[in-house]
């Protein structure tokens, strides 16, 4: 079974900088999608970023283009840094993993992913 542990969430003011790291266990194949997804409270979970394992290619949503980087160790660990945070980036971030490459699934859709980490509180203040 994949285990999907989250870390590097806080609270900062607007303008502030965090970065979130995500690390897997339990995978039995190298090649893998890992995305960061994010729900605010009373909204619906969406998209923010998704990475391969295997590409350098890299997946955002309009809302974080230019202040947002996912970023890879390996198979195992993916990153979020964030930049230039808003008020309307306070969220619950989610770690989410499929075992396959981002390129063969929609992997923006949640329903694509099969592990989900507990989460990590980002809060922004203005």
């Known amino acids: 079974q994949v285990r999907l542990v989250e870390s590097g969430g806080g609270s900062v003011q607007a303008g502030g900088s965090l970065r979130l790291s995500c690390v897997a266990s339990?995978?039995?194949?190298?090649?893998?999608?890992m995305a960061w997804f994010r729900q605010a409270e009373g909204k619906e979970r969406e998209e923010v970023a998704a990475?391969?394992?295997?590409?350098?290619?890299k997946y955002y949503a309009d809302s974080v283009k230019g202040r947002f980087t996912i970023s890879r160790d390996n198979a195992k660990t993916v990153y979020l840094q964030m930049n230039s945070l808003k008020p309307e980036d306070t969220a619950m971030y989610y770690c989410?993993?499929?075992?396959?490459?981002?390129?063969?699934?929609?992997?923006?859709?949640?329903?694509?992913?099969?592990?989900w980490g507990q989460g990590t509180q980002v809060t922004v203040s203005s």
């Open positions: 989410a993993a499929v075992e396959q490459l981002c390129a063969a699934i929609s992997r923006f859709d949640e329903k694509e992913y099969s592990y």
């Open positions: 990475m391969s394992s295997t590409s350098t290619w």
């Open positions: 339990g995978y039995t194949d190298s090649r893998n999608c």
